[in-house]
């Protein structure tokens, strides 16, 4: 085993089913009385259930949440904040939503209470990627860390298969790369093989019947195992190639993770020997970059960039990119072999 320093993150983390009903005394726990609560177009029902269960300390809403926190979108949600005179932000949602919360606390320091609805991880991070003139850039800082996480089974109820899918395969990725990153600690790394494995049993059921209330709380306890791995070691190349490819051809994100792991993993696979014996132990199949690409098709997700909007003269601008910067990574990053794989991956060919 190596060396390592291990450190836990500062936070609350409320987990089961009907929790949301724990929203008010977890306000009344960090003192709070005016809150501004955060949601996307799409999810904003449930703002009203929200609203009659606090009451009086409901000071207003901003339903505007999108991808990629656009800097544009949290300046209206900052002007809502100063309107109503917030003292909190509670964030319902996805990554999308969690990241507007993220960036309003990050130009405020407003404590952050945050309910999760899929398996984006984001909430567990001190971390926020924000978009502006089209270019995504990630700051961290401890202000950005949720205060309080409230995990309700219930919210990931309506979560279509689709997204249960790749949010979930999105949450996998986090746990593949903190077993090989540069940090690991032996305690993320148990995080990450439960996280992997508890992930892929229950995907292929919650597609199968969205309704499976076990396989949505499985799912949910290895979406949060995997989300603390995110926020406490570094990643590498497959965050690294989502990250460029989601903003340079704005790609929906958790598809590109979807269809880019498999062959990031492959990528890296002669040089984590250790992780790819952790990981094929957690899917239980002897290749795990192939039991990930597998795992993808028996959940119908996507399987190439083509698919999900990018251009094929992308592969050779997102090779050049992908380069620019250097990393950490635990395999070298070699220009021909990662033009490769990105060209492997905009095909939808099984990694190699
Ligand atoms: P998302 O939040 O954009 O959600 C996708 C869509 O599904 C939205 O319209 C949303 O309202 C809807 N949705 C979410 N949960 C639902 C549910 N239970 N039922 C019905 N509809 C639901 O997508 P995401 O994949 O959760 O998050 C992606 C974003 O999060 C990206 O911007 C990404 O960069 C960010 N992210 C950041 C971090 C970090 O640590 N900073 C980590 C992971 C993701």
Redesign the pocket.
């Known amino acids: 085993m190596q060396d390592f320093v291990y450190q836990s993150a500062p936070m609350r983390v409320v987990f089961g089913t009907g929790t949301l009903r724990q929203l008010p005394d977890e306000l009344s726990r960090l003192g709070i009385t005016r809150v501004l609560v955060l949601?996307?177009p799409?999810?904003k029902d449930l703002v009203a259930g929200i609203r009659e269960m606090i009451g009086e300390r409901f000071a207003g809403v901003f339903t505007g949440?999108?991808?990629?926190?656009p800097v544009e979108v949290t300046e209206r949600a900052m002007e809502a904040m100063h309107d109503v005179r917030a003292d909190c932000l509670v964030a319902i949602?996805?990554?999308?939503?969690?990241?507007l919360g993220?960036a309003i606390a990050l130009r405020t320091d407003l404590p952050q209470i945050v309910l999760p609805?899929?398996?984006?991880?984001?909430e567990m991070?001190p971390?926020?990627?924000q978009t502006s003139g089209g270019i995504k850039t990630?700051q961290s800082s401890p202000k950005i860390l949720p205060q309080i996480v409230i995990y309700d089974v219930d919210?990931?109820?309506?979560?279509?298969a689709g997204?249960s899918a790749?949010?979930g395969i999105?949450a996998i990725a986090h746990a593949v790369e903190a077993l090989y990153a540069r940090d690991r600690n032996p305690v993320i790394s148990l995080m990450a093989q439960e996280g992997i494995g508890t992930l892929a049993r229950a995907l292929p059921i919650i597609c199968a019947q969205p309704n499976d209330r076990a396989a949505r709380t499985d799912a949910l306890y290895g979406a949060w195992l995997c989300g603390i791995c995110?926020?406490a070691v570094g990643m590498a190349l497959h965050h690294k190639l989502c990250h460029t490819l989601?903003g340079s051809f704005n790609l929906p994100?958790?598809e590109t993770h979807t269809v880019v792991l498999p062959h990031a993993l492959a990528y890296n696979a002669p040089a984590a020997p250790e992780a790819m014996a952790r990981i094929a132990d957690a899917l239980g199949v002897p290749d795990p970059a192939l039991g990930l690409y597998d795992l993808a098709r028996k959940l119908a997700a996507p399987a190439a960039l083509r698919e999900i909007g990018m251009p094929e003269a992308g592969i050779d601008q997102a090779a050049n990119l992908a380069v620019k910067n250097p990393y950490w990574n635990p395999r070298p990053i070699e220009r021909d072999a990662i033009r490769e794989l990105i060209a492997r991956a905009w095909r939808g060919e099984a990694p190699q």
């Open positions: 949601a996307t799409r999810q949440a999108v991808m990629h926190t949602g996805g990554g999308s939503t969690t990241g993220k609805t899929s398996y984006a991880g984001s991070t971390v926020v990627g990630t919210l990931t109820m309506t979560m279509p997204l790749t949010s999105n995110l926020g989601g994100h958790a």
